[in-house]
Each structure stands twice: as structure tokens, then as C-alpha cells.
């Protein structure tokens, strides 16, 4: 990344964070692109070169984490000696997020669907995490616990599928829905199909 690249991401990771103080302190709904770009003191114009809406914003804030996440991977392969148990902490983990900060976590997938198919697979509505399950996935072809005739890419957009009808099932009644108990299930269905023959 040059000078000017890290310089562009230094802005859209600033506006991010003062983004959701703003949002979590007066509600995403209640907070206006306006008082987002006064309150990172970037020009509107500044703004909306970076994020088009506010959703956009809020799916930024997932991909930042996610890319964050990434950097813990050789930890976790080192932690954990199987796919399905890696992939497994990774939805647990992520599942825990998403109830810690439900609203911004539904308003990320309901803007990912949104945008589904509009862009590629680093495309700014997406979250990042397709890439992060592809990686696991291949580390989990090298050691041969998963299955080798079928694409990475292709699992990672199942394994992403699963996960996304999951949370959603789970953002309709969270009080009834046990979401870590479902993201086992989850787990489970995929590798059934997925095991090394």
C-alpha cells in the first residue's frame, strides 16, 4: 500500500469509528450522513466518496473486523487441529458479536443481500468473510480433513449462505431462537457433505 492509499484508508477507517460512536450513541436511524461527515470533519462531498449510504458505513465496520480477524488465523490453526472445529468457533465468535451489537449486524447482512451479486466477492458490500472461510477451507483441503473435488470458493459461498439464513432466522425471534445451538447445527449439516472421502 503507497503513501496515498494509506492515506485514503486512515480517512474511510476514521470516518468509520466516528460513524458508529455517532450511531451508537443517538441510534442509527436518528443519525444523518451530515452529522456523520461533521462529526469525522470531513466535507459531505468527502463523505460520500467513501460510503454511498449509511449501511455502507456499518458494512465497513464488519469488513474492518473480519480483516482484523484474518491476522489471527495462524493462531487459530494452531489452536485448533480441525476444519470443522475452526469453522466452528468462527460462527460461535461471530454469532457472539452479532448479539452483542444486534441492530448493526442485521443492517450488515440486510445490506449484503441487498447488494448481492452487484459486486465481486471484495465488493464493498461484502463483509470479507467469504474470504476468511475460503482460507480456512483451504488450509482444511491441505490437510485432507475436508474434501478435494469441490472449488473453495464454492464451500466458502455455501458455508456463507448457512451462516446468513441462520443470523437471519435468529434476527426474527432472537428470544426463542438459540443461535449458538442452530450454529452447531449449521456445522454439522455442512460437513456431513463436506468430510474427505
Known sequence: MNRRERKKEAIRLHV????????RQQGFDSTTMEQVASQADVSKATLYKYFSVK?????????SSVSQKTDL??????????????????????????????EFAYIQLKYQLQKFGEQPLNGDARSGFEGFLEKLLEQGQKQRDIRGDILVS?????????FTSTCL???????????????????DIFFEGAQYA
Open 169 to 187: 432466522i435468529w434476527f426474527s425471534n432472537p428470544n426463542i431462537f438459540p443461535l449458538e445451538k442452530r450454529l452447531n447445527q449449521t456445522v
Open 55 to 63: 449501511e455502507a458505513i456499518v458494512a465497513g465496520y464488519w469488513k
Open 16 to 23: 468509520i469509528e466516528e460513524a458508529m460512536r455517532l450511531f
Open 73 to 102: 488465523l495462524p493462531q487459530l490453526f494452531a489452536s485448533i487441529s480441525d476444519t470443522k472445529g475452526r469453522i466452528l468457533a468462527v460462527f460461535l465468535s461471530a454469532g457472539t458479536t452479532f448479539k452483542s451489537e444486534p
Open 154 to 162: 464454492d464451500m466458502a459461498s455455501q458455508l456463507l449462505f448457512l
